[in-house]
């Protein structure tokens, strides 16, 4: 008897044991609750693309970590940038692809025609008034000049300047489109967007006001730059911008070219001539040595060099750099 009831409760004990070891291991790691909250926040958070890098930054300032949010063409450029099969299966799982617009990323519009994107699609271009591309093409468009309200038609031949991210005014209207649209695909977060959104337009708004102030009684209204990126910059403040290169950044130019720059830059008393980060500066060196100019840079936000990216630059801090470098070039 005495035996049996011994060996009971050593197996009462034991069970006692396994239960409060269970239980222990269940608080050190998650209640069931935890568990399923942890998989509902999961299923519910949104995959966005983006199609350069500016779009990128602007939209995070907005989104946080809110959203799983990826540059697809990384730090390449968006000039004629190619996906790979491992981009284009990204991009069909995506919830929202944010791009410059039809016409400005012929890739985009490729793969948008070819209904290669998942979920909806944002066009950053909705809104703005679009510049003509000051660049000259491969082939001759001499006929179309004259049909500028044929949208359409210019569209097909990649006709507007793509550049739309460098205009602080632009910015404004290109983030109250990112946000509305995010807030649409996930509208739970909506306080989250709105508040960011206002924070970072208030941002953009003092850095413009800083340009207007920094440029409004210029001395000169030219700058040199290496790739015409700068168009709606320029029209945000009336300069003008004179390329070195097409704006396409392979381009090089002539020496015949180089010579009509040097003479152009003696005749308007040109103090800078500016570089990117992506681009050699060599011609423009060779200019700035044989005109007595300074190099500066000026950033079209395309492509980062290893140190903005280490030093973590962001859109407003390289705006902000950028606007140091035109105070130079038109001020002194
Ligand atoms: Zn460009």
């Known amino acids: 008897m005495k ?60 989104v946080g970590d809110r959203v799983d949010l990826v540059n697809i063409t990384k730090n390449q450029g968006f000039h004629n940038w190619e996906p790979s099969a491992k981009d284009l299966a990204d991009l069909q799982e995506a919830d929202m692809f944010i791009y ?43 006929e179309d000049h004259d049909h500028e309200e044929d949208h359409d038609h210019d569209y097909d031949h990649g006709e507007f300047d793509p550049h739309i991210w460098l205009s602080l005014k632009n910015a404004q209207v290109i983030i109250k489109n990112i946000k509305d649209q995010v807030t649409e695909l996930d509208p739970a977060n909506a306080d989250f967007y709105e508040a960011n959104y206002k924070d970072l337009s208030q941002k953009l708004k003092d850095l413009d006001d800083k340009y207007e102030e920094t440029l409004k009684d210029k001395k000169r209204d030219e700058i040199l730059v290496s790739h015409e990126a700068y168009g709606y910059l320029c029209r945000d403040y009336n300069i003008k911008q004179v390329g070195i290169e097409g704006i396409n ?48 840079l000026l950033s079209p936000i395309e492509v980062l060099s290893k140190d903005q990216m280490d030093a973590g630059k962001g859109y407003l801090e390289i705006m902000t750099e950028n606007l140091k470098g035109l105070d130079k070039a038109l001020n002194e």
């Open 249 to 296: 950044p392979q381009g090089e130019p002539s020496l015949q070219q180089i010579d009509n720059i040097i003479k152009l830059c003696k005749d308007k008393d040109i103090k800078v001539i500016f570089y990117e980060e992506s681009i050699s500066p060599k011609v423009a060196d060779l200019i700035a040595n044989e005109v007595g100019a300074s190099l500066e």
């Open 3 to 62: 035996k049996k009831s011994t060996i009971l409760i050593l197996i009462l004990v034991l069970g006692i044991l396994l239960t409060a070891c269970k239980k222990n291991e269940n608080t050190t790691t998650m209640t069931n609750e935890q568990v399923k909250e942890e998989v509902n926040e999961t299923q519910a958070k949104k995959t966005i693309y983006v199609s350069n890098y500016p779009y990128y930054d602007l939209t995070k300032a907005i």
């Open 100 to 142: 410059s617009g039809p016409g400005l990323e012929k890739w985009a519009d490729d793969l948008i025609e070819k209904d290669l994107i998942g979920g909806s699609i944002l066009s950053l271009s909705d809104g703005l008034d679009l510049l003509k591309s000051t660049h000259s093409h491969d082939h001759n468009h001499e």
